[in-house]
T-cell receptor, first 116, second 113 residues
Framework: EAGVVQSPRYKIIEKKQPVAFWCNPI?????LYWYLQNLGQGPELLIR????????DSQLPKDRFSAERLKGVDSTLKIQPAELGDSAVYLC??????????????FGSGTRLTVV | QQQVKQSPQSLIVQKGGIPIINCAYENTAFDYFPWYQQFPGKGPALLIAIRPDVSEKKEGRFTISFNKSAKQFSLHIMDSQPGDSATYFCAASNSNTGNQFYFGTGTSLTVIP
């Protein structure tokens, strides 16, 4: 099992430029999450997908952030235009629904964004 | 508003010691409390989790203690090793509302050989 795959691992862009992050969740995991992790902080939810539907995007700053999951598998998170305060790690996670024993997200390694 | 409050922010222990990390929550609708371990440059990895119908859960050297009345839970690491040096996050979720996890602010643990 490959796990949750994210790319790129690192991205440095100038402010006001666009940027996109890509996530491939674990095969068969219908629920996908994008989280934002600021330095020294815990992850905070941006958006949750059930298959291709964004069922919770209440915490996504929609003026500059957008996301899609067209076929219910891979997902892309975009920022346009990026601001200095967007510098953070963007984490993708999919849900391991093993409720009988233990369940929780499987996170990818994240994309570290630096806006200069 | 921080839904889950975590302390301490950092912790240093000697090898073999028992670091304890504490978390507190207010929302009584939370019904699942996982702990995540994160190494630099990696995403958080699920370590152990507990539901409020039990007061303690052990998996290997990791133990969660849960106090439902106090709305607090803690992680204990027995016989800590240098390889346990990482950042630990507690979290809480309500399985009836989409499994959004609310994370604590993290504890940076250093285990000195």
């Amino acid at each position: 099992e490959a796990g949750v795959v994210q790319s790129p691992r690192y991205k440095i862009i100038e402010k006001k430029q666009p940027v996109a992050f890509w996530c491939n969740p674990i095969s068969g995991h219908n629920t996908l999450y994008w989280y934002l992790q600021n330095l020294g902080q815990g992850p905070e939810l941006l958006i949750r997908y059930e298959n291709e539907e964004a069922v919770d995007d209440s915490q996504l700053p929609k003026d500059r952030f957008s996301a899609e999951r067209l076929k219910g598998v891979d997902s892309t998170l975009k920022i346009q235009p990026a601001e200095l305060g967007d510098s953070a790690v963007y984490l993708c996670a999919s849900l391991l629904p093993d409720r009988e024993i233990n369940y929780g997200y499987t996170f990818g390694s994240g994309t570290r964004l630096t806006v200069v | 508003q921080q839904q889950v409050k975590q302390s301490p922010q950092s912790l240093i222990v000697q090898k073999g010691g028992i670091p304890i990390i504490n978390c507190a929550y207010e929302n009584t609708a939370f019904d699942y409390f996982p702990w995540y371990q994160q190494f630099p440059g990696k995403g958080p990895a699920l370590l152990i989790a507990i539901r409020p119908d039990v007061s303690e859960k052990k998996e290997g050297r990791f133990t969660i203690s849960f106090n439902k009345s106090a709305k607090q839970f803690s992680l204990h690491i027995m016989d800590s090793q240098p390889g346990d040096s990482a950042t630990y996050f507690c979290a809480a979720s309500n399985s009836n509302t989409g499994n959004q996890f609310y994370f604590g602010t993290g504890t940076s643990l250093t285990v000195i050989p």
